[in-house]
């Protein structure tokens, strides 16, 4: 009976050990490929030059399309995570610190559109969005459900919006079927974030809402394509 035991416990170890052993051709396959380099921060305004020169020729529908991609898959992307300060002025995503006005103006500069940074950075946000956007594109709320603010400017449609709050700035992004409220977050992570905006407690927490739809604004095409 022991003798018996014993042969049935290395026939099963002999079993395990061939179905360890992977095929030779299987470990070729499972070579993962090189990691590709980041693509630099300077890289990505010097292609959105590029696409701000083929876009001068082209329909405003289209303008808007190429400058809201370019700044939400190319700009945005960079400054997650960079750390917020009230004083934080940085021109760099990822270095220092940066404060909710200048993440604004820093963004729309680097994508192409002529303004004074510092100075719209500094001023109240209803102040900038006027500065840069035809009255016609503008929303304002007050004392409105969250969800009938979204709802709103879902109807608006696809596109970048600036958004003022009560003391706070940022971007909208509506890529046609979810609405993001990208800032940077003086409160949670206190960091750049991007957040779906019904998410947003800062969004959630002001009464006032001033919004000015900059990707459907002819004039400001014309000036970043200029």
Known sequence: MKSFYYLLTLG???V???????HPKLLTNTVAPPPQ???????????????RKDCRTKSIKEKEKAFTEAVSQQLIPAWIGTPWNFYGMTEVPGQGTIACGYFVTTILRDA????NRVKLAQ?????????????RYIQQFSNIPT????ESIRKTGYGLYIIGLDSHTGLLYHNGHTLYFIHANYTGSRTVVQ????QSAVLNS?????VGKISADERALARWTN
């Open 195 to 198: 957040e779906e905006a019904w």
């Open 123 to 135: 001023c109240a946000s209803a102040t900038m969005i006027r500065s840069l956007v035809q009255r």
């Open 12 to 14: 099963l170890l002999c």
């Open 16 to 22: 395990g050990c061939r179905q360890a052993r992977p």
């Open 206 to 210: 002001s009464a006032y809402k001033i």
């Open 147 to 150: 969800a009938s603010f979204i």
């Open 112 to 115: 192409g559109i002529p303004l």
């Open 37 to 51: 380099p980041p693509v630099s921060y300077m890289h990505c305004k010097q292609e959105i030059a590029r696409i």
